[in-house]
């Protein structure tokens, strides 16, 4: 049995999309959100989309528990609110993959712009912020919400991952794997992701340009699985 | 008659890359160096790869002058320097192509990291330095040289165009797209340049890690030609 994947702020766009998906392949999932009935409420939807989906709606503390590789996929804005209140939930030992980017919408700029994090990237202030033994890794910011949502969408695009080790990025790339058309690619440390937070902001401003939901593809890499 | 393309910096690996494939595709191109024996000596290697090649290797201020866009291919650490060089030998009108990436390497730091550029970008830093009615435009940051000078080499690949005005990017995304395998996408603005530059740290920590020569590509674009 699968262990349930926990998503703290899966009422927002990103982490419904991921939850409906995992859920629609055979995966427990836990929403997390400030407020119970907000969760409760998403998961709902979640079973309506997928009528036999495993999904509760729990408050983020509760739901941070539930699971060893917890996505964080709050805005931003809630960011480091969101990780103050999880300091007494996570335990040495998980893995919190953070979604987060910066981008300048969250002080009222434009979506594609980006704010400067003094750690060099949203995933390094979470690694900063995480209770001792909890390790980060960073994913998911190329994947465009309205498309996850969209269960009659077909996906194609690979998922940049980010971590130190690659012991910790390999289960959270089995995950998003999980999803049918993403793959997951190797992209460096942690501090790698001070690049790919920028890809989101970049895909915005190709997206208005374009009136499309653009996906971010690797060409060149050779076949085999690289997370063995 | 298409106008000559000038690359400055021709004799390094991307310049290079860019000139046997423009060559190859039947287009002029003036290879500019430091010094004019080191081009010439580019422009008849160029003439052995490709035998029917028109070419010819000059000083770079004198090879800013032979056509209306010019590709700037130095690395980092000669980039300021090589503008202010070209300050009498630009002239308003022309398009400036700016490839220039601020890899950290450039202080002896890691390749898979950028140095900040006060400007934003190396592109935006460009901007500042040419003279007066002379535009320019960032691209090219993620096509390896490798690949690029590699004749054999399938070419699959979106290029990242940015830059203020389509009317500017139009005539660079058709010289990209001469290129056999390579598609020009518009990013928008010169300011988003500094997330295109930080592309090329980020595919060379993924090349490090598969052994590969990665090419970005990006899905869900409508079809149609968007530099109508």
Known sequence: MADPIPILGGTGALGYGLAVRWARAGLDVVIGSREAARAAEAAG???S????ASVEGLVNEEAAGRGPIVFLTVPFRNQSET???LRGSLT???T?????VPLAAAVSGKATRSLGVWQGSAAQQAQEMVPEGVTVVSALHTVGAPTLSD??????E?????GDKKKDKAPV?????RIDGLRAVNAGPLETARIAEQLTPLLISINVRYKAHAGLKLTGLPAGDPWE
Do not use: M, S, Y
């Open 45 to 47: 939807k979640i079973r």
């Open 158 to 162: 690979d998922v940049l991952v980010c």
């Open 83 to 85: 990780l103050n209140n």
């Open 173 to 177: 790339a089995r995950l998003i794997e």
């Open 96 to 100: 919190l993959v953070d979604c987060t």
């Open 92 to 94: 040495a030992g998980q």
């Open 151 to 156: 269960l009659d969408a077909t996906l194609d």
């Open 49 to 52: 989309a997928v009528p036999d």
